[in-house]
């Protein structure tokens, strides 16, 4: 299942997600974690400490070996140069799996140990300064758009994406490439406007989305989050004393997590587990080839100096009939 959690900055979204990580790691499941936010927190979420997340390496600096990689024999694409953050796959190019080993996860994802299990972590790579005034974040969130494009997973197999704040994602069309999507919000006016902001440009992608409260601290709360956010609000999390000592640099185990808190993650495995059987491949890879004519005729097409919707072929479907080793 692909998994992304959202909200706006501050409302907890990267803590949920690294806690949901742990949640799954914990049973003994695959898990691919990728930090795709402009401030790259997922890791030290994690137990890592500053100075090994900042070491990880970044998918943006590595995006012309995963295109390489990607390409395969596929006809269509004559080059990794010419391929773009939404060129979709076809016949001959290579897919990627949670659980296998290949070169792009060999160049860019690292095992992170965890208490109750293990994870694979990827991450964007920070802004940096020589990116300021001559590049855009989304540039860099565009491998993970491309991996996505080529990812085939399955039932018992998790990629969760902690993804930028807010309603950036709406930028590209990240936002489409999951199973579910998981809006963190505070019991606040500014925790619920982003959600609001989300569903409206979301209603007509058919993204599968669902509310989880955070910082819940008692009924009145509750009633806010009810009243504001109606029946796509699906779990809370309350105050978190076990956050907090993750939050002042302890590394407390998993099975200390309050027992309400904990039945919050077993609740957002469940809806993750039934969004996998709601999947439609044939939207799937329609929505990638919608995006990928409108990136190309807005910008790709005048970048590579060809026209990219030659890279279509209509008939392929991701996920139909593709066996486990498809393109390698």
Request: proline fraction near 6%.
């Amino acid at each position: 299942m692909k998994i992304a959690f959202v909200g706006k900055g501050g409302s907890g979204k990267t803590t949920l997600s690294a806690l949901f990580i742990r949640h799954l790691a914990a049973a003994g499941l695959p898990v691919l974690a990728v930090d795709a936010d402009i401030n790259q927190h997922l890791g030290p979420a994690l137990g890592l400490t500053d100075e090994r997340a900042a070491a990880l390496p970044s998918l943006g600096a590595h995006l012309p070996e995963i295109k390489e990689y990607l390409r395969g024999n596929n006809p269509l694409i004559r080059s990794a140069e010419e391929m773009i953050k939404t060129t979709p796959p076809g016949p001959g190019s290579r897919l990627l799996r949670i659980v296998e080993e290949n070169p792009v996860y060999a160049a860019c994802a690292r095992p992170v140990a965890l208490d109750e299990g293990s994870v694979r972590l990827m991450a964007t790579g920070a802004f940096t300064e020589e990116d300021l005034g001559v590049a855009c974040y989304h540039s860099k969130v565009g491998a993970v758009e491309l991996l996505l494009n080529h990812l085939l997973d399955g039932p018992d197999e998790y990629l969760v994406t902690d993804m930028t704040a807010g309603s950036d994602s709406f930028a590209s069309g990240l936002f489409t490439r999951f199973d579910l999507t998981f809006l963190v919000a505070e019991p606040t006016r500014k925790g619920v406007s982003v959600y609001r902001q989300y569903k409206e440009y979301a209603q007509d992608f058919d993204v599968h989305l669902r509310v989880v409260g955070n910082k819940v601290q008692g009924p009145d709360d509750l009633d806010f989050l009810r009243r504001e956010v109606g029946e796509d609000l699906y779990a809370c999390f309350g105050q978190s004393g076990w956050v907090r000592r993750l939050e002042r640099g302890d590394e407390p185990p998993l099975r200390e997590l309050e027992p309400p808190n904990r039945e919050v993650l077993a609740r957002l495995q469940t809806a993750a587990d039934t969004a996998h059987g709601l999947r439609d491949p044939r939207r799937y890879s329609a929505q990638a080839v919608r995006f990928h004519l409108r990136n190309a005729e807005s910008w790709g097409n005048a970048k590579v100096g060809t026209d990219l919707a030659g890279q279509v072929d209509p008939d392929y479907v991701l996920g139909a009939g593709q066996p486990r080793t498809a393109g390698v």
